[in-house]
């Protein structure tokens, strides 16, 4: 993060030459930032172990939710032997206090629920957000007084506290499409409203009106003129909203209103490693740095896309 | 009584004797040492009190807090192990004269007996108190006196319905209750809250719960639900009738709401007013740093005297099946269970239903395995005779409390390998004993405790497997068992005269059970808690849920 304005500052000074917004550019300039590289293969990983994980705790020997008993203490509350939370050749990362789940595997797995609850609430939201802020912005009058109404009475909303009411009195159900269903109905009057401006200054540009003028319909001209204008800020809007849902979740898991035991999730596992902080501090220490880097990395990586999204429209 | 009710209040006070020899040696050092007249004994919790009208609260930290405020017509003795949980006479004169074949109790009070107002206590008082139990909205705590008095079947408390013509106060001084049926053991029912005195015409609706009226040797001098509450001494109330209670601090303050986590670090530091603290049982994360010399002296450790189980509903496919009930007893790996609620330090593994403070209980282990770690084979046979070689899938009912949804997983894995998928149903705490004991609602098992009201197997397998009492709502079958051979002993042993030979008789009837496998026994619970430095004469108390005796504990030095 601290890297991040000194390398704007470097992207302005250097004036490009490249072809305005092109995913090629973008994906050359941040593979040639060491900061940014780092940040994509950090979660490279993170999706990796996320997609493979069944075929790595194979390797690892234990699935994530197997109990072992003899990993940990039950005469003293059920700590795990060894130093830094039972970290051995068998535990890569330690066991659980209590029960002795291998912490790798719960790590690897929780990637999963991060990464698709996070992903898929991500694609709701950008769906919403782009076609009830695009219908706003080009109708305008009475559809968008409603839509930026509702807008502005979702973002209004005590939220958090919403949805820990609403999952906690939902019956458990499928917990992940709750949480996806939740996150996004409070999610994407952000990337809406963004949506409906730039519609509005698109909608009255020449080239919009030269399309009109030589009888474009509506859908056309959605579709044809004003979508392939907003794909920079879609883009880089949706990158930022991914560690956004990954802390949400985190936070909601953490909460109790989560994903429910025995599924494997970051938030549960700081969670209840809480108590424990100060008899087994990694239990604490290894999901909630998972965490931190995951949202780090993708904050990074959105920044580094709109710089260099903002310069190519720039130039 | 139901454990979670237990539970809640078992962090408000819970503990015991750590070394069993320290307890109540009298050293100088240490909880079990003397305790001085004085001073204010301070009590850190998180839960408050359920009730403090003694017609409603019933579990085993309300049943601790009551003896302080209120006094009742036997109580329980005031020392640890067996003693504490022999029945006394307190505001009687003995533990009853029972006549007409054990149908008929008659109980003197004692001279000296006043309420706080200064009004002398009388027999129309005691009755009046009991009657309230009939009332249908103050009458839900312990169900006995209902049960078991003779009532017009339309009594209705004293509120709406007057006077219960059947319990006699022939004089100020005498009461007598006539049962419905012989009842040997009626003079451990009489120390049930219930039978509190409350001063005639007084009392209604919500009165005594935010102003109780004492008969004991305290009373509320600030109440704050949900945050404090304070008793001070209640002068009308003379040691000279009383040999139960010493009553050693002047005043008690009662801090509610605080984080389990907070009060250990709190017991721990022992800073302050904190050293003149009892708190609840500590959480398993604290385990481990209790073991240092110095904070060993500070702990006191014993059983809860509860029984955590499993119940399987009969009526479910394919759990009506004796054969699959028996497989799921022999595979449970009782091992891991107690690792989720915090270890050997917080819990026994439970072979019977009854608990080990039960008089006439016999231990014995109807399913073994090595270590209690599951017999994955035996159970495999037997579900494979049964028919169900291939597993099946089956709902376990669980509250959101982490400690309950732990024990829950760790049934779930091992019966993983016997193809049993369970589905975990995490059901709200403030819900789950509705749910679960509403026979529509309920699923394939559950995961709930039992602890005895007075420590004989009368109180524990009964209530839990006559098949009889299953009613469609607020029942405590939960295996919905309704055994011919169950209900035949239950009623057999009933008609016992002699309370001993009674226990004995249920001690056995827990192994005619435990052949049906209703439940799965998985532990018995401990308390483990940590008292501050200045604390003294403090024990466990076996009646209470391992809660420390408050009428027996003080402070050290009352000056500090």
Known sequence: MTATPALVEVEEAAPSSAPPTSG?????????????????????????????????????????????????????????????????????????????????????YGARVSITISLSATLLTGILGVVLGMLAGFYRGWVDQVISRLMDFLMAFPALIFMIAILSSLPSGNRPVLLVVVISAFGWPYLARVIRGQTMTLANREFVEAARASGAKDSQVVFREILPNLRGSIVVMTTLAIPGYIGTEAGLSFLGVGVSPPTASWGQMISSSVSWYSVDPMFFAIPGLFLFLTVLSLTVLGDKIRTLIDQGEAA | MLVGLVASAALALTACGGNASGGASGESAGPGAKAAQGGTLQVLANAAFSHLDPAR??????????????????????????????????????????????????????????????????????????????????????PYAKQLIDAPASYQGPYKSGELPTILTPDA?????????????????????????????????????????????????????????????????????????????????????????????????????????????????????????????????????????????STKKPLDNVKVRQA???????????????????????????????????????????????????????????????????????????????????????????????????????????????????HDAAITGWCPDWPSGATFLPPLFD???????????????????????????????????????YGELDKQIMALAPVVPLL?????????????????????????????????????
């Not at chain 2, 385990?287 to 029984?307: N, P």
């Not at chain 2, 891991?336 to 080990?356: F, Y």
């Not at chain 2, 501050?532 to 030095?557: E, M, P, Q, T």
């Open chain 2, 173 to 313: 001084k005498t009461i007598v209750f006539h049962l419905k049926k012989p009842y040997a053991d009626f003079g451990s029912v009489v120390a049930q809250n219930t039978f509190t005195p409350v001063p005639k015409g007084q009392g209604a609706g919500n009165a005594l719960d935010s102003k109780p009226i004492a008969s004991g040797p305290y009373k509320v001098s600030e109440y704050k639900p949900g945050a404090a509450l304070k008793l001070v001494r209640n002068d009308k109330w003379d040691k000279k009738t009383d040999d139960v209670r010493q009553a050693n601090p002047d005043a008690f303050q009662w801090t509610f709401g605080l984080d389990p986590a907070t009060i250990d670090e709190r017991m721990i530091a022992g800073q302050g007013t904190d050293a003149d603290a009892i708190a609840g049982t500590i959480q398993a994360a604290t385990v481990a740093r209790v073991q240092t010399a110095q904070l060993k002296q500070r702990t006191m450790s014993g059983l809860g005297g509860c029984t955590t189980y499993m119940g399987l509903n």
């Open chain 2, 524 to 560: 018995y619970e401990k308390v483990l808690m940590i008292v501050g430095s200045n604390i003294g004469g403090a024990y466990l108390h076996d009646g209470f849920s391992g809660g420390i005796d408050l009428v027996s504990v003080g402070l050290k030095d009352a000056g500090k």
């Open chain 1, 24 to 108: 090629k550019r973008v994906l050359t300039r941040i593979t040639r930032d060491k900061g940014a590289l780092a940040c994509l293969v950090f979660l490279a990983i993170v999706v990796l172990m996320a997609v493979a994980a069944p075929l790595i705790t194979k390797i690892s020997g234990w699935g994530p939710y197997q109990f072992d008993s003899a990993a940990i203490n039950s005469d003293l509350g059920g700590v795990p032997h060894g130093a830094l939370g039972g970290i051995s050749g068998s535990h890569w990362f330690g066991v659980e206090p209590q029960n002795g789940r291998d912490l790798f595997a719960r790590i690897v």
């Open chain 2, 57 to 142: 609260g019933f579990d085993g930290g309300v049943n601790n807090f009551y003896r302080l405020i209120y006094r009742t017509l036997t109580t329980q003795g005031a020392a640890p192990g067996a003693d504490g949980t022999k029945i006394v006479p307190d505001l009687a004169t003995d533990t009853g004269k029972p006549s007409d074949g054990g149908k008929t109790w008659t109980f003197t009070l004692k001279d000296g007996l006043f309420f706080e107002t200064g009004a002398p206590i009388t027999s129309a008082d005691v009755k009046w108190g009991v009657s309230r139990a009939w009332d249908p909205e103050i009458g839900i705590g312990s």
């Open chain 2, 328 to 442: 799921i007893n022999l595979a449970v790996n009782k091992q891991t269970v107690r690792d989720a609620v915090g270890g050997s330090t917080l819990a026994d593994i439970a072979t019977s239903i009854q608990p080990p403070t039960i008089a006439g209980r016999v231990d014995y282990d109807p399913y073994p395995s090595p270590d209690h770690k599951g017999d994955v084979d035996g159970a495999r046979k037997l579900l494979t005779e049964a028919g169900f070689a291939d597993g099946f899938t089956m709902t376990l009912d669980t509250r959101a409390q982490p400690k309950m949804q732990a024990m829950a997983v760790a049934i779930q894995q091992a019966l993983e390998p016997l193809k049993i998928t369970v589905k975990i149903n995490t059901i709200d705490t403030a819900t789950y004993y509705e749910v679960i004991g509403t026979t529509s609602q309920q």
């Open chain 2, 467 to 505: 098949g009889r009492n299953i009613t469609p709502k607020g029942n405590s079958n939960l295996a919905q068992l309704n055994d011919p051979g169950v209900n035949a002993k239950i009623d057999e042993i009933a008609k016992l005269t002699d309370v001993q030979a009674a226990n004995k008789a």
